[in-house]
């Protein structure tokens, strides 16, 4: 039988009909808990659920649009020594195909790949993938000023920015350790003595618990088992500063009542609601984590806006996008079999290459500001 968890917000009083500013705050802080709670349970599901569609739907459909950019690639390989083109043409050819090597490397024919890379590039794959490395740290270094260890993914754009992170970081600890003493502002120790106030009160929360619900101070086995599982819920909130959790426990074991609740001092209140700030912000951001990940999970684009009701409506879209990718790349492969057509399709193709090389012309200096 599910227990229904006792309700945490003020009433107002007999005598008092208006809640006092701090009152209402607390009670607006626990809506925007609550619905920052439903949310990041919400995101946690469907994760689960997409995962298991992308698993059943998208990874065969994936593998097959590798396997046909595969053949297509051995296809233009096969293409370029039996087929008389330009020499723009050709140089065209070569691009493409040094590209699609790029874009299919990391499996079991990466050698067979680097091969057909050197036969076309006029140069060594690795060769090259290590010159394109020091360039990109090159640049790196002159825009955010500090060394890039070698040991950093440069494929992975999740790795090098939580790199920068992690070295922008160090860099402004080292500052504050380099830096004078200064004299703490009158806003500084005020907002301590806050922290401190706050954290003594979450604390003391704890201590009326564990004194309440420690399983050593019971002799009755049964109700000595029901004493742990509640004390384990109890460090759980404890240790993620979680004020709600323990108040809803004390309320549970009738330590405290809903007139306690409604009656809690102005000054304890105030206390309470900073924890509850610090705890919607990191329950909010929490969520945003969730949502940036389940973007590079399924390939969304970061500025789409996606819910965890909306991207159900998105997937089928996904789908249907892909499945005519692959048509497309099917038929595409089966027209180029005529030289002629081969012909206009690489003009076709320099024009998309020179468009995307205009487009991308300054990248390296402005792809991280």
Known sequence: MTHQAP??????????????????????????????????????????RCQQRWNADFKPLLDEFDQLDSEMLHFLDDASDRVKLSKNDRQTLQEIICGLVTSLMGGEHDETLKAIYNKHAGSHFDADRLEEAERFKTSFEETFGFKMNDDVDL?????ITQYIFE????????????????????QQIHEEEEHANASRSVREIYRKLVSAL??????????RERKTVMMQRVNQAYTENNLLALLQLQLEIEQIDQSHINTIAEGQLKHYNRVLINQLDDLQHEVSELTLAFKRQFNLPPSDHITPANVARKFPKKLRELRTEIQTLKEQREALEDPRALKIWLKEQRHVLDMEAYLSAGMPDDVFR
Not at 155 to 159: I, R
Not at 167 to 182: F, G, L, S
């Open 7 to 48: 309700k945490l917000s003020i009433a107002a009083q007999a005598g008092k009909p208006h809640l006092s500013a701090g009152q209402k705050k607390f009670n607006a802080l626990l809506k925007k808990i609550e619905t920052q709670r439903q949310l990041l349970q919400a995101w946690q599901n469907t994760t689960s």
């Open 167 to 186: 070295k922008q970081a160090e860099e402004a600890e080292q500052r504050t350790r380099n830096a004078k003493p200064r004299k703490k502002s009158a």
């Open 155 to 159: 494929d992975s754009l999740e790795d």
């Open 214 to 223: 420690h399983p050593d101070r019971e002799t009755d086995a049964v109700e």
